[in-house]
């Protein structure tokens, strides 16, 4: 049985054995208040009953083979129950003990010992909590939760226990169809986790807590499954700052791996990052109600010009675009709303309309009518059982009428979490209509879902990563003229210039053009300029004699090349070697500056078409080389080019690639050149 079925015999089992004790006896429980409508099994040889169930003493007295097995034992019983259940072809377990890799090398060996035992089986955990089937009926979870059954909703997969249940706790109307916590992972990847989520029509949507990923290539091609069955999946990484990664390193023994890689790995793949669990949760519910969007527009309503300045500024800040309404129409909508209103996007219909369902459903009609991708209408309900809304529940059966007629996306969003009641939320969804709360919140999740919806029409374009690839000792460095001849085979233009010893390197100027540029060659020269190893800008066989007597001292190779003038832009290109994802690219601004500057972006490989040029959009360097203030351009499509080049050499030696700096590759107008690289490798020729 593939693993991804296994696992779906696990998440969806007809049949469920549980192993243990106190922890045994609160599943038991949790699986009878849940609803849990299959056969509960208790193996426990020191018990004769557990929560009115007779326990058997072996897995040999169970009527059959569970599909699911809840062991709650030591670890090293844990492995014994996972070995025997292995031998009997069990599609899978939740392994609840602690005590494995995140302990450890004592545990680390315990972990590898569970896989060995485990084989085929799909294994949850250890150290987890399980997981909470909230459609089938099933927990598997010896704790809390505070959510509820539901015939449809958004599977959360958790690298924390803790951090699963508070999500289940949420008061944000956000329907849960499945709870994962995965723990150590020490069976399956969060890549199998989406994938046997994906079998199940369902689920609306993914959310991922992440500490680490272990095998990016597989999580790549999982998340483009995704795209292409059209699943958003909403991610929370943990461990951006240098202590935050220290504490997912020790609580899961997981590699949390450079942040900017992870925040390139979702950005390519369309998974929407979150900063914080309140945009996680309030993304996942935009998503799961409302979808991704194929473009980025909305329209605002509001009765305060308080809300829709605020709104003004988040959407601004999120880059939202707010277009203003066609001038047949808002004249229109001035004949609705009054004279004294300013008509505009945002909208602050003030309250000469308040209570009134004709005029507020015939405005609200008109702004939808623009096809805005969502429309927001902004709306905080007065707290308690004896208020009086009236006013509130008006303008709400205006916009879902609205909506309704015009066919176009909308929610109610309130300016605080908490003054969105929950019997709202209940008559928003019943209507097709999401319930957001905080507005800062729900332009994140319109953004989220308007980059998931551009990125799900490119999915069939979509290359997954490659995986690391390990590389052997020693590791050799190349010099300068080494590495540009090496990046020249695979297209990348370098300068004009002649390698030669002191004796030969006035009569090689003979052939080059002053002014030139005299550089030391060796490899263990990395900044040329601190040791005295470069001189530029050397107009006559002077300068250059100069030049050369000075180098000489310590130096006998040199590189003598043609100087070039006119440069739009300075740009680094480098590749570097990360524990999780292998190498990776960087672009940016270049020179002495780019450590100063920090404008750089990271790239994924293998690259695909678009990705540089998307990358420079972003870049502040990027304006330069389009030509900034009038000034001229550069040679952008030889820069995409020169990227891709060095990409290509990359994916083609990452067995051996450790390092590689191109600093400056110099952007002309007419031309892109390489005047200095560095390539260090495993010397493995």
Not at 342 to 369: C, I
Not at 572 to 582: A, C, K, L, Q, Y
Request: net charge negative; charged share 20%.
């Amino acid at each position: 049985m593939a693993i991804h079925e296994s696992l779906d015999r696990l998440l969806r089992p007809k049949t469920v054995a549980v192993f243990g004790g106190d922890s045994a006896a609160k599943v038991v429980r949790q699986c009878k208040e849940i609803g849990f409508d299959g056969e509960l099994w208790v193996v426990n040889p020191r018990r004769e009953q557990i929560e009115g169930i007779p326990c058997v003493a072996s897995i040999d007295q169970l009527p059959s083979i569970p599909d699911a097995s809840f062991i709650a034992a030591p670890p090293l019983a844990t492995l014994v129950i996972i070995r025997e259940l292995a031998e009997k072809s069990a599609p899978g377990a939740v392994c609840f003990a602690a005590g494995f890799a995140e302990t450890g090398d004592a545990g680390v060996e315990l972990q590898r010992q569970l896989r060995e035992a485990a084989g085929d089986m799909a294994v949850i955990g250890p150290n987890c909590h399980g997981y909470l089937n909230y459609i089938d009926g099933v927990a598997l979870w010896p704790d809390e939760h505070g959510s509820h059954r539901v015939e449809s909703g958004v599977a959360l997969i958790s690298q924390s226990g803790n951090i699963a249940i508070n999500l289940t706790m949420n008061e944000r109307g956000l329907d849960i169809a499945y709870v994962i916590s995965v723990g150590n992972n020490s069976t399956l990847g969060i890549h199998d986790y989406i994938e046997a989520l994906l079998l199940d029509s369902r689920v609306t949507a993914i959310g991922l807590h992440i500490e680490g990923i272990t095998d990016v290539a597989a999580f790549s091609a999982a998340a483009i499954k995704a795209l292409q069955q059209g699943i958003p999946i909403v991610a929370l990484k943990a461990g951006r700052s240098k202590r935050g990664a220290e504490i997912t390193r020790s609580h899961t023994g997981s590699l949390s791996g450079s942040d900017r890689l992870y925040s390139a790995l979702f950005s390519r793949f369309g998974i929407a990052r979150c900063d914080t669990i309140p945009q996680f949760l309030e993304t996942l519910k935009f998503l799961s109600i409302v979808g991704p969007l194929t473009d980025d527009t909305i329209a605002s309503l509001s009765c305060s010009g308080g809300e829709a300045s605020l709104v003004a500024d988040c959407a601004e800040r999120l880059q939202l675009q707010t277009p203003q309404f066609e001038e047949k129409s808002a004249a229109r909508m001035q004949n609705i709303l009054g004279t004294n209103v300013s008509v505009s996007n945002p909208l602050d219909y003030h309250m000469y309309v308040w209570g009134d369902f004709e005029k507020l459903r015939a405005g609200f009609t008109e702004v939808m009518q623009h096809e805005f991708d969502c429309t927001l209408l902004v709306l905080d309900y007065p707290p308690g059982d004896e208020a009086d809304t009236q006013g509130w529940e008006i303008a709400e059966q205006a916009l879902v009428a609205a909506a309704q007629a015009t066919k176009q996306a909308a929610v109610i969003v309130s300016s605080l979490p908490e003054t969105l009641p929950k019997i709202v939320r209940e008559r928003l969804k019943e209507a097709g209509l999401a319930p957001m709360q905080g507005i800062e919140d729900c332009l994140y999740a319109i953004r989220a879902a308007a980059h998931i919806g551009r990125m799900q029409q490119q999915a069939a374009t979509l290359i997954p990563l490659m995986a690391p690839q390990p590389y052997a000792e020693p590791v050799v460095t190349l010099d300068e003229w080494a590495s540009k001849t090496t990046l020249a085979s695979y297209g990348l233009r370098v300068p004009k210039g002649e390698l030669c010893d002191g004796s030969l390197v006035l009569s090689a100027a003979e052939s080059l053009n002053f002014p030139v540029v005299l550089k030391a060659v060796s490899a263990e020269l990395s900044h040329k300029s601190e040791a005295g190893a470069v001189a530029i800008n050397l107009q006559d066989s002077a300068a250059l004699a100069a030049a050369l007597d000075l180098m000489s001292i310590n130096f006998d190779q040199f590189l003598l090349e043609e100087m070039l003038g006119s440069v739009v832009a300075e740009i680094i290109i480098g590749v570097s070697r990360d524990e999780t994802f292998g190498l990776s690219l960087m672009i940016g601004a270049g020179g002495t500056l780019v450590e100063l500057l920090d404008d750089t972006a990271s790239l994924l490989l293998p690259l695909q078409a678009g990705d540089v040029e998307e990358a420079f959009a972003k870049l502040k360097v990027g304006k330069l080389i389009d030509g900034y203030r009038s000034e001229a351009a550069g040679d952008k499509a030889g820069l995409i080019e020169a990227v891709h080049a060095i990409g290509r050499y990359a994916v083609d030696h990452a067995d051996s690639l450790l390092e590689l700096d191109v600093n400056p590759l110099l952007v002309l107008a007419d031309r892109v050149v390489a005047v200095d690289a560095y390539i260090r490798k495993a010397d493995n020729t």
